[in-house]
């Protein structure tokens, strides 16, 4: 068992650090703390399991709205590519037809581009970004 939790602890503080500061699975690796613990003082396994769960969902509901509270005025940064968003582009090239795929000119690059209802737009119209998804732009037609 003490591989269990350790393996639980690990993987817990792992998915935290992926997600930033979203504070996801922190209390899973308190639980595997007190769980370890509990491992440590011969407990059984049931024991274990059910400290290990009052622990995780303990420290979730007493700390969570605090959490939600502090970071809650943490706002995303814009990047250079969101200073895009509402502005106009030419299309230059059709890239697949049936999957609504295209490039846009757009203030001297070149995008990947598609629009929402999956339209291809005619090589030389205008289309406006919407939004941005990974590195395709979300554009209408002008």
Known sequence: MLGIWLGVIVIAMAAE???SVQLISIWAA???VAALI?????ADIFVQV???????????????PLVRKLTKNIKNTPTNADM???KTGKVTKIVDASEGVFRVRLSGEDWSAKTADMSVPEIGSSVRVERIE???LIVTPV
């Open 17 to 19: 650090i992926a997600t």
């Open 30 to 32: 308190l639980g595997g």
């Open 38 to 42: 509990a491992y440590l003082f011969g």
């Open 50 to 64: 059910i400290i290990f769960f009052a622990v995780t969902f303990g420290s979730l509901a007493l700390t969570r």
């Open 84 to 86: 895009n968003i509402g």
């Open 134 to 136: 990974g590195v395709k």
